[in-house]
């Protein structure tokens, strides 16, 4: 057995050394205490390290059909009435949704130099609320609609009603004072009274997978032998201050490290203009699998800007803030994932190993220096 012990302490690669033979200095007292610290610093760093999530991006081809897309939007416009805004869809597949509303709300914001932030007054519309005689009309009375009354639609008993019916037949609302429901429900007085607001619209947009757009733009939309048209008549030909700004737009379900590239984006215009703006919009469909196994459909996107002059002068289309999108046939596929406790493990032993390796090194080259300056220092003193 001695034997054995005896060879097997030949193999020994960490020989030790008397206590009596040791020497202790300053300056490996000091490196020792940096050198801890350092392993201490290093190793918390890479504790945190594997304790964060890392997500892997995959990529297929995207084999999904037939399904909705939510569009989150929140867009603020200082220098356009709420009355003057309309929200549009449309799409290659030829479904169309007219002045969208069940989904979105409209905040009316004071007259403003600036865009406001966080806006909370009530949403107000012109129409919505009649005038102060109508507290003496019959509740079930059936106003005319001028010659616009449709199957949906057969009475008209204010001023919304009157525009809703024209703009079902697809005719211009030119005069409202000479619509009975508009002058009593003070139609042109609110018009006047909210040219200096501005609005504010948030909510979510419901679109087919397809590629399409939505827009705001002034006027009462419609359609009219199939061509789709914003009524600007009732404004009497006004140019239209189209700044904005983008406080959120997104297309499915935010997950972490998403990033949205026109959310905070503005635009401010000092003047009056029939300007049209168009964000070209791709989106990439994109899967987010989370460790606890839930699955995240969702999409995140690029996006290009343009504007134009319109009318006038300038290009044909409609003043508005456009966004054109179309769908990527690629999706990314986003896992979520622990890192491995070996490589922990082995980035552990490498700090510690690597740290007293070098700091072995910087005592052994200071020790030496230090040596032969005092041997020097006592050979000029003999001398």
């Known amino acids: 057995m001695s034997d054995l012990l005896g060879k097997l302490r030949r193999f020994d690669a960490y020989p030790k050394t008397l206590e009596d033979f040791r020497v202790k200095t300053f300056s490996g007292g000091a490196l020792t205490f940096v050198t801890g610290v350092l392993m201490v610093i290093l190793f918390m760093a890479e504790l945190r390290y594997y304790m964060s999530t890392e997500v892997r991006p995959e990529l297929f081809v995207d084999t999904s ?6 569009i989150n939007v929140d867009f603020s416009f200082p220098k356009l009435p709420c009355l003057f805004l309309s929200i549009d869809v449309m799409d290659v597949s030829g479904e169309q949704q007219i002045d969208v509303m069940p989904n979105l709300v409209k905040v009316r914001i004071p007259p403003s130099d600036v865009i406001l932030d966080g806006v909370t007054e009530e949403p107000v519309e012109i129409g919505k609320d009649e005038g102060p005689s109508a507290a003496v009309l019959d509740p079930d009375r059936c106003e005319s609609c001028y010659g616009a009354e449709t199957p949906g639609l057969t009475c008209c008993n204010n001023c919304d009603d009157v525009r809703e019916a024209y703009r079902r037949k697809g005719w211009a609302f030119v005069d409202p004072q000479t619509i009975e429901q508009c002058k009593r429900d003070g139609w042109s007085d ?27 733009a002034p006027g009462k ?35 972490p490290g998403l990033v949205n590239p026109l959310d905070g984006h503005k635009v401010e215009l000092k003047e009056l203009d029939s300007l049209m703006f168009q964000y070209f919009v791709k989106i990439v469909p994109t899967s987010y699998h989370r460790l606890s196994g839930e699955v995240l459909s969702t999409n995140q996107f690029s996006v290009t800007k343009h504007q134009k002059k319109v009318g006038g002068s300038g290009e044909s289309g409609l003043p508005g803030v456009f966004i054109m999108y179309d769908t990527s046939p690629m999706m990314v596929q986003l896992t979520e994932t622990r890192r491995s406790f070996i490589h922990f493990i082995t980035s552990v032993c490498a700090i510690v190993g690597g740290l007293f390796t070098v700091s072995s090194l910087l005592d052994s080259l200071i020790y030496k220096t230090s040596r032969a300056l005092q041997q020097k220092m006592q050979l000029g003193k003999t001398t």
């Not at 059909?65 to 939510?70: D, R």
């Not at 609110?190 to 948030?202: A, F, T």
């Not at 419609?222 to 914003?230: G, T």
Request: net charge positive.
């Open 221 to 255: 939309s419609y359609q009219q032998h199939h061509v789709h048209v914003h009524d600007l008549q009732a404004f009497g030909g006004s140019k239209f201050n189209l700044s904005h700004r983008i406080d959120r737009l997104s297309f499915g379900t935010e997950y």
């Open 190 to 216: 609110k018009l006047k009274k909210q040219h200096n607001e501005g609005c504010r619209v948030h909510g979510y947009l419901e679109v087919n997978k397809v590629a399409g757009n939505f827009h705001f």
């Open 65 to 70: 059909h037939g399904q909705k897309m939510k």
